[in-house]
């Protein structure tokens, strides 16, 4: 290929990201200490992956309050100390030549568990062993964790503020762009789930409704940050009946370009763990499709492993970017590999010199 649109440059506002190949968030359960401070882990992991020649890394789900953990070991931006922190990731990171993302989440009813290693154990932390309670849009627990209390309306504009701040963080870390997370069954999610909020207040029920903390969000980090790029990941289907479908999360899209939002990066799933999920290659793209024929650029993300196919979904026009997860877990170095492949003209200049030798 003469000039595959996967290392052509993308523009995110006033930010130009290098390549349109990213990297997707993966919790990494390693702040050790529980403070929510990315560590040396968190340094050699991004730093490998900007280094690989992705053009954006996108930070694990961060807790934009300490209940919005994930889990005790997960990271999080409300203070000062993880604030310096992701600074420095910034630097090593851009150093590297990619931009860096951070996805800013509350996991809701899916808060406080153990995190999710080989030989652990499963399911929520006790509040007597480092857990705390949870909360959602209901009382109804996540299967195999703890209830969770429901959130009263009075409490939702502090959530939002929580929102605004971590961003506000972010860009003084000197982040590039900032991902909303409402997949996966967390807060965001849960409140755009049929399944998981059963409120009958204006924030349940219809649509509009079930969306409208979400478009808070968007909207309040939009105003405070008129230049920031915000991407919003959501889950566009439930993959159940009564679930979230994808029609919906077309409406969605469509409310949050006029919010302000610049992206959106499709996934599915993650708030039902009976759902039936046909789980093989480009399995989500479909997802990204619908979602950008609302009117909003979109991500595809789920089992891209090829270089053609990742070509194939925005030669197409499924997608804007391509973000891959687990394949850049095994091959930080995968970008460099398949700009080869796909013999794009910058190829070469995306190996870092000291490789040079071991070019391919």
Same mark, same amino acid.
């Given at each position: ?28 359960? %390693? ?22 020649? *992705? ?8 807790? #934009? ?5 994930? @889990?005790? &070991? ?5 203070? $000062?100390?993880?604030?310096?922190? &992701? ?27 153990? !995190? ?5 154990? +499963? ?5 007597? @062993? ?5 909360? *959602? !849009? %209901? *009382? ?14 009075? +409490? ?19 982040? $590039? ?15 755009? @789930? !049929?399944? %998981?909020? &059963?409120?009958? $207040? ?7 409704? =079930?969306?409208?903390?979400? =478009?808070?969000?968007?909207?309040? #980090?939009?105003?405070?940050? !008129? ?7 959501? @889950? ?15 409406? #969605? ?18 708030? *039902? ?8 290659? %480009? ?38 970017? #391509? ?9 930080? /170095? ?5 700009? /080869? ?6 190829? $070469? ?12």
């Amino acid at each position: 290929m003469a000039d595959p649109l996967l290392f052509r440059p993308y523009r995110l506002r006033r930010t130009e990201v290098r390549n349109r190949l990213w990297v997707s968030p993966m919790c990494q359960y %390693s702040a050790e200490a529980q403070d929510g401070v990315p560590t040396d882990w968190h340094l050699s992991h991004l730093g490998g992956l900007a280094r690989g020649g *992705a053009g954006m890394v996108i930070m694990e789900a961060t807790g #934009v309050v300490p209940e919005g953990r994930i @889990s005790p &070991f997960c990271l999080g931006l409300w203070n $000062d100390e993880q604030e310096a922190a &992701f600074a420095r990731l910034a630097e090593v990171v851009h150093a590297h030549g990619a931009k860096l993302a951070v996805q800013l989440g509350h996991a809701g009813r899916k808060a406080s568990t153990y !995190p999710w290693m080989p030989g652990g154990p +499963e399911g929520s932390v006790p509040v007597g @062993s480092g857990g705390w309670p949870t909360v *959602a !849009p %209901s *009382a109804a627990a996540f299967d195999g964790f703890a209830e969770p209390r429901a959130l009263e309306r009075e +409490e939702l504009p502090e959530l939002v503020r929580a929102f605004v701040a971590a961003s506000s963080r972010a860009v003084r870390a000197g982040l $590039d762009a900032v991902e909303i997370h409402a997949a996966h069954g967390y807060l965001l999610h849960q409140f755009l @789930s !049929p399944l %998981s909020n &059963f409120r009958t $207040d204006a924030y349940g029920g219809a649509l509009e409704n =079930r969306a409208r903390l979400l =478009r808070e969000v968007v909207c309040a #980090v939009r105003a405070e940050h !008129p230049e920031l790029p915000i991407l919003v990941r959501i @889950s566009a289907t439930d993959w159940l009946p009564g679930g979230f479908e994808l029609h919906e999360a077309q409406q #969605v899209a469509a409310w949050l370009a006029e919010d302000g939002a610049d992206l959106v990066d499709c996934s599915t799933g993650g708030n *039902a763990p009976e759902a039936p999920i046909p789980v093989g290659p %480009s399995y989500q793209v479909h997802c990204a499709a619908a979602v950008r024929d609302a009117g909003i650029p979109t991500g595809a993300v789920g089992l891209i492993t090829e270089a053609a196919q990742a070509e194939g979904i925005l030669v197409t026009g499924q997608a804007d970017v #391509v973000l891959l997860g687990r394949a850049l877990l095994r091959d930080p /170095h995968l970008p460099l590999r398949w700009a /080869h492949e796909l013999r794009a003209p910058g190829a $070469d200049a995306l190996v870092p010199r000291q490789y040079w030798r071991a070019r391919f």
